[in-house]
């Protein structure tokens, strides 16, 4: 059967994706940045702990989706996508391939469960997505895993509550356990950590803040599922809503978790840049 | 957990130098966000960049307001006008521009300081968490 091994977070700005792209990691701006990804980099692909599947969770900026829809949960079944043209040429990594049998099984099994998943095929996928691969896997000739994509609409409010998220989760864990295939699955929640995109107050970063978010991820994961959107905005920056996107991936994971690696790094261009590593605990 | 959505919308008003991405907004800047999809397309970023104001004008549902902001790139006026940054950096990644030079625009402070301020730690929370309590 299928089962999921590992969650693990990580912020997705485009500027990293532009810096992987331009060769310019190892420039003193952006060294530290990467550096706390060198620990993954080696674990996930060791055999044991490499995934089949990833199951990442990200949220579109106005690539695949305009103002014309609006889904709140999507899951991406076609068998690939291809990278976006976010406005400067599609980022040059390898065309994302799905696991569709798996995706297929989850949007049918979540919306048993009574989440409504919206289900696409056509849809290329921006730097939310394909920057957090470059981080854990680089500059690979073809990712090294299946991808499906789990798309979460935290622009256009209401986003969905951290609750919800949480239960989804939850609900795509039953999901990837009641799938035949012996697979090794991992849920990637994306985006965050503390960030402003607009007005004066752009710019706003939260260490304690942020610090804490990901302390109680392990120790404390009732607090956030019960943290309303405007503690992420006033705390966090308007875009720090992104975070509840990580809760998809800790509900995941079930009740108790251990956390294996972790990495804060102020500042990736806008943004403080967050990153952990979790295993299930039982 | 049911939350009040006149109250939930409400509070978005009580955070300082910051506009909320609500339907209200959205609504507003439906065609703004929509001419800055246009964008995504590299026939389209060619057409706009040879006759910026000819482009708009296949756009007769943004208004004069948006359309002069638009064209100034005045993206602090353009997120009053129902814009969206996630839309919008369409306009500045056509224009060669990174998310943190557009981003500080917005901020009264040149490229440089803005970013010498996110390489100290970024902008501290404090006493920008809530205009009425003022912490």
């Known amino acids: ?282 | 957990m049911k939350q009040n959505i006149h109250e939930y919308l409400a509070e978005f008003d009580d955070i300082p130098g910051t506009r909320v991405y609500t339907t209200a907004r959205a609504r507003k800047g439906y065609w703004v966000n929509q001419f800055a999809m246009s964008l995504m397309k590299d026939e389209n970023r060619k057409r706009w960049l040879a006759d910026e104001k000819a482009y708009l004008d296949e756009w007769p549902k943004i208004t004069q307001e948006q359309k002069d902001a638009l064209l100034a790139r005045d993206y602090d006026k353009l997120l009053d006008l129902g814009g969206n940054i996630y839309f919008l950096a369409k306009v500045f990644s056509t224009d060669g521009k990174s998310y943190l030079q557009a981003v500080s625009t917005m901020t009264g402070m040149s490229v440089d300081d803005y970013r010498n301020m996110m390489l100290s730690g970024g902008r501290s929370p404090e006493g920008l968490r809530s205009k009425k309590k003022g912490y």
Request: charged share 20%.
């Open chain 1, 1 to 282: 059967m299928a089962h999921i091994t590992a969650g693990i977070t990580s912020s997705h700005v485009p500027a990293i994706g532009a810096a992987v792209d331009l060769g310019n990691t190892g420039e003193d701006y952006w060294k530290p940045a990467f550096a706390g990804f060198d620990w993954t980099k080696e674990w996930i692909m060791k055999p044991e702990n490499k995934p089949d599947v990833v199951i990442l969770v990200y949220n579109d900026h106005a690539s695949a989706f305009d103002m014309n829809l609006i889904p709140t949960f999507a899951i991406g079944c076609a068998d690939e996508f291809q990278p976006a043209d976010e406005g400067w040429g599609p980022r040059p990594v390898p065309v994302v391939k799905n696991h569709a049998d798996l995706a297929w099984h989850i949007a049918q099994s979540c919306i048993l469960d009574e989440f409504d998943m919206t289900i696409i095929n056509k849809m290329d996928v921006d730097h939310g997505l394909t920057v957090p691969l470059s981080l854990m896997f680089g500059q690979p000739e073809d990712w090294p895993c299946k991808v499906v994509p789990l798309a979460v609409n935290v622009v256009t409010y209401p986003p969905p509550s951290g609750n919800r998220c949480y239960n989804l989760g939850k609900a795509i864990r039953d999901a990837v356990d009641s799938f035949p295939e012996d697979l090794k699955v991992q849920v990637w929640g994306t985006g965050g950590m503390s960030h402003q995109l607009q007005g004066t107050r752009a710019g706003l970063i939260n260490a304690e803040w942020d610090k804490k978010f990901l302390d109680d991820l392990t120790a404390d994961p009732e607090r956030l599922r019960k943290m309303p959107h405007i503690e992420y905005l006033r705390e966090a920056g308007s875009e720090g809503i992104e975070l509840v996107m990580w809760l998809i991936m800790r509900g995941a994971l079930g009740d108790k978790v251990k956390e294996l690696h972790r990495h804060y790094h102020v500042a990736a261009s806008n943004t403080a840049l967050g990153h952990i590593v979790l295993e299930p605990a039982e």
